[in-house]
């Protein structure tokens, strides 16, 4: 069985760093893309970005701050938010891409099959 | 960026009834080489994680219950939810994936 748990500080001060991390369980972190997504507080869900094998793609808005890596010695993936602003508190999920199967060659889908249960992370001015 | 706009915002539906949520894309979401629609569905409830519906506009995720079915091509598509329980109430998004960013709607309220 397949999990994702978030991790990491639930409050982060104004124009400083946010650090993130998402441990999996059940699976190789080396055999899919992973995704992080963000939910502020009334509002919709927003595509942060994800990590390929062939590294990572952004969402543009956010490029410039963000960053994402894969620590494939823990089965983690991390998340770093640069110079945050109360626009930024939300609730932070990481999602695993999906992944289709045809004979012996995979295909990897930029939807999200399995989640996890999100984190809560505050801005303090 | 693709927009996608969701209607209604939110709904009320009787017990089995059935409910009809509309996500309607910017862009075209169909791979004319593949013949495949690059949308999804998820549901999510307070205090669990998002779960996966529906992907390729109408392929049911496995484990989800029959009632929830997908449908649409191209721009406009639809999550249907028959014989609704009691279970169902949630915010439900759409999300294409056709191009990054990936982009979803901004969710709709189904109660009872």
């Known amino acids: 069985q397949v999990q994702l748990q978030e991790s990491g500080p639930g409050l982060v001060k104004s124009s400083e760093t946010l650090s993130l991390t998402c441990t999996v369980s059940?699976?190789?972190?080396?055999?899919?893309?992973w995704t992080w997504i963000r939910q502020p507080a009334g509002k919709g869900l927003e595509w942060i970005g994800i990590?390929?094998?062939?590294?990572?793609d952004y969402n543009p808005s956010l490029k410039s701050r963000v960053t994402m890596s894969i620590d494939t010695s823990n089965n983690q993936f991390s998340l770093k938010l640069d110079s945050v602003t109360a626009a930024d508190a939300a609730v932070y999920y990481c999602?695993?891409?999906?992944?289709?199967?045809?004979?012996?060659?995979?295909?990897?889908?930029?939807?999200?099959?399995?989640w996890g249960n999100g984190t809560t992370v505050t801005v303090s001015s | 960026d693709i927009l996608m706009t969701q209607s209604p915002d939110s709904l009320a539906v009787s017990l089995g009834e059935t409910a009809t949520i509309n996500c309607k894309s910017s862009q075209t979401l169909l791979h004319s080489s593949f013949n495949k629609n690059y949308l999804a569905w998820y549901q999510l409830k307070p205090g669990q994680p998002p779960r996966l519906l529906i992907s390729w506009a109408s392929v049911r995720e496995s484990g989800v219950p029959e009632r929830f079915s997908g449908s649409g091509s191209v721009t406009d598509f639809t999550l249907t939810v028959s014989s609704l329980q009691t279970e169902d109430v949630a915010v439900y998004y759409c999300q294409q994936y056709f191009v990054t960013p990936c982009t979803f709607g901004q969710g709709t309220k189904l109660e009872i």
């Open positions: 999602a695993r891409g999906a992944r289709t199967v045809v004979t012996t060659n995979y295909y990897y889908d930029y939807y999200m099959d399995v």
């Open positions: 059940g699976v190789s972190i080396t055999d899919y893309y």
């Open positions: 990590f390929t094998r062939g590294g990572p």
